[in-house]
């Protein structure tokens, strides 16, 4: 599903702070899913703005890649890589 289809969904969702770890795990997975497509810097934005535990994992690299403006694991996964050595 295109970016564009969810992201007024993950928007909403973002206002919810019990859903945050829910909202994590769907840019996460949005990120390594093979279709996943995101456009970095708004799912950026949406990830800083969640109430998530410094620690969590997968956390710090996945800041790391959309930094970087990694929109796929896929596309470029030496970015994953890279970002999982540094945390």
Known sequence: MPWSCKRDVYAAV?????????????LLRCYHNIYG??????ALTLLDSLDLPS???HLAPLRVVLSAGA??????????EAALGEH
């Open 14 to 26: 973002a206002t919810l702070p019990e859903l945050a770890p829910a909202l994590f795990q769907a």
């Open 71 to 80: 929109r796929n694991h896929y596309r470029s996964p030496e970015l994953w």
């Open 37 to 42: 497509a995101l456009e970095p810097v708004e």
């Open 55 to 57: 620690d969590l994992e």
